[in-house]
Every structure is written in C-alpha cells, then in structure tokens.
C-alpha cells in the first residue's frame, strides 16, 4: 500500500502555523498578559489561543482584528518579518522615508553641477569624486539637516543612488497615461477558469462563504502588500483560516481554494492590475470554485488530499 501523500502546502502550513503561534505566544508574554486575560480581552476562548499558540490552529479574523488593536504588526505575526510592533513599523517607514528623500536630495544637488551619464558612469569617477569632496567638506550648498542626516557620502554611495533615481524617473516617464485600477479583463478570467476546469470530470459544486473568505483575505492583506509572504504560503494561510470558518471545507475544498487563489493573484499580475478590496476579491473567487467544483471522489487532480 501506497504512503498517503501530502501536498507540499500542507508542509509549509505546519511550518506557518508553528512560527504564528510562536510569535503570538512572544506578543502576548510582551504585554505581560496571561493566556486568559488576552483571551478575554479579544473575545475568545483560553482554549482557542492555547490552540493558536500551539501551532494547532491559526487566529481567526476577529483575533487578528483584536491583535492589530493591540498594537501588533499582523505582518510581523503571519510572515515572521519586519517589528513585533505596528508603531515600530510606522517609525521604520518614516525613517526609510526620510533617508530616501536625503539620498535624492544630495543627487539632485549633485546634478546642479553634473550630468546622469557623470553621475553614474564608472569612467565618470573624477567629476562624482570631485563633487563629493566638495560635499564632504561643506562646501556645497546643502542645508544643515541634509548633512545631518548624511554628514559624509562616498562616490559608490552617489552612483548608487543616482542609479536607483535614474530607474524611477525612466518608470514613471514610460508610465502608461492610464493609471486609475481596472480589473482583468473578462476574458483572461474566462481563460483562467476554462484552463482549471479541464482538471475536472464532472465536477460537483463548492459553495464559498464570500463573507468569511474577504475577512480572511483582509487578515493576510498587509503581508502581501509589503511582499512579507509570497502569494502561495499567502493562500494556504487564507485557506486554513478558512476552514476554521467553515467545517464543511474539507481538505479538497481547502486545496481548491488555494489553487484557485494562486489562479487569481497570478492573473492579476500578469494583466498588471492591483489586488482588489476583499469583498470583491472573496466574490470572484467563491465564483470560479463554484464554477470548477470537485470530482465525484472529491479528489481534484494535481491537488492531493494531506495526510491525516
């Protein structure tokens, strides 16, 4: 007999799951609070938070809702990456800002003297070298709160940032006049559905909560824009919180939903299109499992049922 095979979402899963119940449990003894105090202070059970963090379960939408209230950065909890805290996160940002506008500052004040091609050509060096000398010493016209914040530069330091601004400026020039959000065009959709289908004999229709699932997608929102997550650990995250949900999702639907998500997030890259609001994304998923359905052994092929 056959070992029961076990998708590889399913590994990364349990690995997901270990790492968020690790950092809730590292959140929750930051606060100084008990597992029964944190329990009731998010509206839930002493036993649902053993369980999340124990690995066995992941936090559910108001959990998370509850957490982020509380001043955790859900990024930081699903991917493992980036501050505990959501002020901590808040102050990063503000700084890598800051030096970001320094850093431009000083090209732009370099180009009052000197030209891209000086700037980031290697055979330049004795112009960008001249330039930052005269820096390093004061003697350009640079304020008080630019040398503050980067008081000395090097020549690598220029060409790296004249580099990276020179890269923008040829993005935003070549950037299409259209910039306002449209979604994928129906027929790549239609393609996506159609491909996905001819996995299928007979499939057997899959209701999706499109409620429950937006909450879910919102939950995993932050990690995916700050590109914490991939996309697919992202959609075996929506899928297993959904299952908690949803105890009728069993493990063929729950691998349906994540390769339909995959599908999705995909499609939306290729057509260059951003991700929509929650609502409208859970609405299009639930749609296209509706429409792929399962195989009369609720087995859907490419997509193995876990062990256990």
Not at 54 to 72: I, M, Q
Not at 169 to 180: C, D, F, G, K, M
Request: aromatic share 4%.
């Amino acid at each position: 007999m056959s070992e029961p095979q076990t998708t590889v979402d399913a590994l990364d899963l349990e690995s997901v799951k270990q790492g968020v119940g690790t950092r809730l449990r590292d959140f929750r003894q930051h606060l100084r609070l008990s597992q029964d105090v944190l329990a009731k202070t998010l509206g839930a059970s002493k036993r649902g938070i053993q369980d999340n963090e124990s690995g066995k379960t992941l936090p559910g939408a108001a959990v998370l809702r509850g957490l982020h209230e509380l001043g955790l950065n859900l990024a930081w909890l699903l991917a493992g990456e980036g501050p505990m805290l959501a002020a901590d996160l808040a102050r990063e940002r503000l700084l890598d800002a800051q030096q970001d506008e320094a850093q431009w500052q000083v090209v732009k004040l370099a180009l009052s003297d000197l030209t891209w091609e000086q700037l980031v050509s290697v055979d330049a060096f004795a112009d960008a070298d001249r330039f930052v000398r005269a820096y390093n010493k004061g003697e350009t016209s640079a304020s008080e709160v630019l040398r503050e914040q980067l008081p000395t530069i090097t020549v690598e330091d220029l060409r790296v940032w004249a580099t990276a601004a020179l890269r923008w400026r040829h993005r935003w020039e070549n950037a299409p006049v259209r910039l306002a959000y449209s979604t994928p065009p129906a027929e790549a959709v239609k393609r996506r559905a159609a491909e996905a289908s001819t996995l299928i004999d007979q499939p057997e229709v899959v209701a999706i909560n499109r409620a429950s699932l937006a909450r879910y997608l919102a939950a995993v929102r932050p990690a995916l824009e700050q590109n914490l997550m991939d996309r697919p650990t992202a959609a075996s995250v929506v899928a297993e919180l959904y299952s908690q949900d949803d105890p009728t999702a069993d493990r063929p639907v729950l691998n349906l939903l994540t390769a339909v998500l995959r599908g999705v997030w995909r499609s939306q890259v290729e057509n260059g299109a951003p991700v929509t609001g929650p609502a409208e994304e859970a609405a299009a998923i639930a749609d296209i499992c509706r429409q792929i359905g399962l195989q009369p052994d609720d087995q859907t092929k490419g997509l193995t049922r876990s062990a256990g």
